[in-house]
């Protein structure tokens, strides 16, 4: 019998959404483009990015406000907190979790920053983990 694999909650500021997603997360990043600065508001966004299927809403289906267009790429946040709950990714198939929502921790840690090659000028990536221009190839 294959081990159980850990569910995790999450959730938005306020509480209004929540979530369950599997702790199987096939990658970790720290993403530093335009986009995950200005829908953040911060330097750049970490991120475990899983299937879609493994993600489900418990709570706050109808309080998510979705910004893109909802089926291939766009991004979840809370319609009354605001909060980035996660994004949809690689053509619907992909979500990349915004690590700060999660109330459990994973069991990944980000191995790298993304799209470096746009971060914030104002911000000086300090650790040693492999920075990348772009998003790698898998």
Known sequence: MPDAV???????LCGAVEY?????FEYSMNCHCSNCRRTTGSAFKPF???????????RGKDAMLIYGDGDDASDVH???????????????TYVHVA??????APSIRPT???????KA?????????????EFPDA
């Open 112 to 118: 790298g920053h993304i799209f470096v090659g746009s």
């Open 78 to 92: 809370c319609g009354t907190c605001g909060s980035l709950v996660y994004s949809v990714v690689r053509e619907g």
């Open 121 to 133: 000028p104002w911000y000086e990536i300090t650790d040693d983990l492999p920075q990348y221009r």
């Open 6 to 12: 850990a569910v995790l909650t999450g959730k938005c």
């Open 48 to 58: 475990a990015g899983i299937r879609r299927e493994r993600l489900r809403v418990v």
């Open 99 to 104: 690590m700060g929502t999660l109330v459990d």
């Open 20 to 24: 369950a997603v599997d702790d199987a």
